[in-house]
């Protein structure tokens, strides 16, 4: 292929990858508000084209660390979105057995070690992926995503100075759409922000618009470079914007609607299709909802796990009697 | 047979385990000068600094990085240098570590050991001499060991590098320097099985970690014959042993240095009467310390600390 086309085929797939995290989510907020899938699912719709950027410059070896709002980045690893929706749904199937749920995605298949309900703690364990990646001389690297909510918790401080002490392969991305659950993050953050704070540590930053793939993809690719050769960490720090709340039910009544109708015109997806063939887009879009309205369905016909289940995985030594 | 120290004995375990197994490297706090106890003492001129690793005071990340690293096929050995510090490290140890083998179904395993040193140390004062085992044998998914002679120091720092399940070794700081005998080789002890240290049918007397050796001179100075079991893990714990002699002895008491209060007493006396029914023993105590932070005089601190004398005196009184 032309270099031509084969920029051509990385847009479409990368524009696919999106389209699938979106329709993911429409179809796990759906199921939440009608009861469907229980608990609570925080959606990271407006926000794929960081996940989908980043992970374009992964290889299935790589290692990614996850958020509680982690579908976008467990699809974009190659996660089988399938079993996340029974997952989703609590079924048997799902990626994790039912046992997790939408905060525990995990596929260690394709490197996806796992979302977390705790805000920033995949840092330190990003940081130890990467020790041990080093200590076993495999060809990978680490990709941690966290919100910018975590910036202002202390694991953050410990992982960028442990990273770059180390010099650990790992991207550091921050995903900054502007909210730690209900509050501006800008409110309750002093001093220059996530990127200076990672050089204070001595992590090379770069700034990107997350909103734009095409922009993620180019310097995550640069950053991704310079870690497998061996120039140690990377921060890259990502504004993007959260168009639905916190979780699937918050209406967001803390932010003018104006702001977030805004972001919506910045849609990462629209941005890229308007670099496409107005036909195959519509066509991957209708793929990726049929794909996942599918696994719905799936989900809901899919067997509850054995209430046994319940009692597995626990320890291997003093497990449940 | 030898002699030697239980840090010594503790060095040689995970050397012997380090030399087996490649994948077996330890992460905390001075480590490469051999840790504040000389339980690392040359470790790293043997293994390089690749695998005896001296971290930040960063007790989050050294905890966390320990899953990242096990959950990538590796077998970290975390050092918190003292229990107490643990506490700057709750989220990974509790929500983290414990939890992932189970809330991802099964796909990852945290297979590493978490050392905890803990106890009074003569005049450490309270932030440096709790003792919090309790609260860790109240998570699923932890196995939690408790070590009170050399030999057992050894032997379950072996099993809990061998095993898939994350381990707590909790470590008796005012132990390092005791003496014990250690086999010449150095044998896993399965989790979950007590040493019995003494034998007599007037009561059972259930102690570990640093009241071992407490127990066993009070066993001896009471001169009352009694079933003396070192739990040497407290999650699993030999629950069969020590009901099956409560039965035989109808008299019980638990010895252990943490706060009696919510301890892991209750835990051992509350599954005995489970056991044995509300009318199987004549006489049941459980002698900890009380509900007070460990001060740092010495007088102050010997008053909270359980010596062979006060141990005897309930050795007797609980044998009636």
């Not at chain 1, 993007?240 to 916190?246: L, S």
């Not at chain 1, 670099?275 to 809901?300: F, Q, S, T, Y």
């Not at chain 2, 047979?1 to 004995?9: C, G, P, V």
């Not at chain 2, 380090?18 to 040359?42: H, N, S, T």
Request: with cysteine.
């Amino acid at each position: 292929m032309s270099s031509a086309s084969n920029e051509t085929a990385r847009r479409v797939a990368m524009l696919r990858d999106m389209a699938r995290i979106r329709a993911f989510e429409r179809e796990a907020v759906a199921a939440m508000r009608s009861g469907e899938a229980p608990g609570v699912v925080h959606p990271s719709i407006g926000q794929e084209g960081v996940a989908v950027g980043v992970c374009a410059n992964l290889r299935r070896a790589d290692r990614i660390t996850s958020t509680h709002r982690g579908h976008g980045h467990a699809i974009a690893k190659g996660a089988d979105a399938r079993a996340m929706m029974l997952e989703l749904h609590g079924r048997a199937g799902g990626s994790c057995g039912g046992k997790g749920g939408s905060m525990h995605i995990a596929d260690f298949a394709v490197g996806m070690l796992g979302a977390n309900g705790v805000v920033g703690a995949g840092i330190p364990i990003a940081c130890g992926a990467a020790q041990a990646i080093r200590l076993t001389k495999e060809d990978a690297i680490v990709a941690c995503f966290f919100g910018d909510g975590a910036v202002n918790r202390g694991p953050f401080l410990e992982g960028m100075n442990w990273a770059a002490l180390y010099r650990l392969p790992v991207l550091f991305v921050c995903e900054d759409n502007g909210f730690a659950a209900f509050t501006r993050n800008s409110a309750v953050t002093a001093g220059g922000g996530p990127a200076v704070r990672a050089e204070a540590c001595g992590v090379p930053a770069a700034a990107v618009d997350g909103e734009d793939v095409l922009a993620v993809d180019a310097v995550a690719a640069e950053l991704v470079a310079r870690i497998r050769g061996g120039g140690g960490p990377q921060f890259l720090h990502a504004k993007c914007y959260r168009w639905e709340g916190h979780t699937g039910t918050d209406a967001a009544a803390y932010r003018p609607a104006e702001e977030a109708a805004a972001a919506r015109d910045r849609d990462c997806i629209r941005r890229l299709a308007a670099l496409l063939d107005p036909d195959e887009v519509a066509a991957i879009e209708a793929e990726a909802a049929a794909e996942m309205a599918g696994h719905r369905a799936a989900a809901m016909a899919a067997p509850w796990p054995d209430a046994g289940a319940a009692f597995t995985d626990v320890q291997d030594a003093g497990a449940p009697a | 047979m030898t002699r030697m120290t239980f840090a010594e004995a503790a060095r040689r375990a995970l050397a012997e385990e380090m030399r087996r197994d490649p994948l077996v490297w330890a992460l905390g706090e001075d480590l490469v000068q051999g840790g504040i106890f000389g339980q690392y003492k040359g470790l790293s001129e043997e293994f390089g600094t690749d695998r005896i690793v001296s971290t930040p005071i960063s007790e989050s990340t050294i905890m966390g990085a320990g899953l990242g690293a096990a959950l990538c096929g590796t077998r970290p050995v975390v050092e918190m240098r003292i229990a107490d510090f643990t506490l700057c490290a709750m989220d990974e140890l509790v929500s983290q570590i414990a939890k992932v083998r189970y809330m991802f179904g099964g796909q990852g395993r945290a297979a590493l050991v978490v050392r905890m040193p803990q106890g009074m140390w003569r005049n450490s004062a309270a932030q440096h001499s709790q003792c919090l085992e309790a609260w860790l044998t109240h998570i699923p998914g932890l196995v939690v060991a408790a070590p009170g002679t050399p030999a057992d120091a050894a032997g379950l720092l072996k099993a809990a590098v061998r095993s898939d399940d994350p381990v707590v070794l909790m470590e008796p700081k005012n132990l390092w320097t005791a003496e014990g005998e250690v086999p010449a080789e150095i044998a896993p002890i399965p989790f979950g099985v007590a040493r019995q240290a003494a034998q007599g049918d007037a009561l059972t007397v259930v102690t570990w970690s640093a009241m071992v050796p407490v127990v066993e001179q009070a066993a001896r100075e009471s001169g009352v014959a009694c079933d003396v079991f070192d739990l040497r893990s407290l999650w699993p714990w030999d629950e069969a042993a020590v009901i099956a002699s409560a039965q035989r002895t109808a008299r019980l008491l638990v010895v252990h240095e943490a706060v009696t209060v919510s301890g892991f007493g209750a835990e051992v006396v509350a599954r005995v009467v489970e056991a044995l029914g509300p009318g199987g023993l004549k006489a049941v105590e459980r002698l900890g310390a009380p509900r007070a932070p460990i001060p740092f005089s010495p007088p102050l601190e010997d008053s909270i600390r359980l010596s062979p004398t006060r141990v005897a005196a309930a050795i007797r009184r609980v044998a009636g």
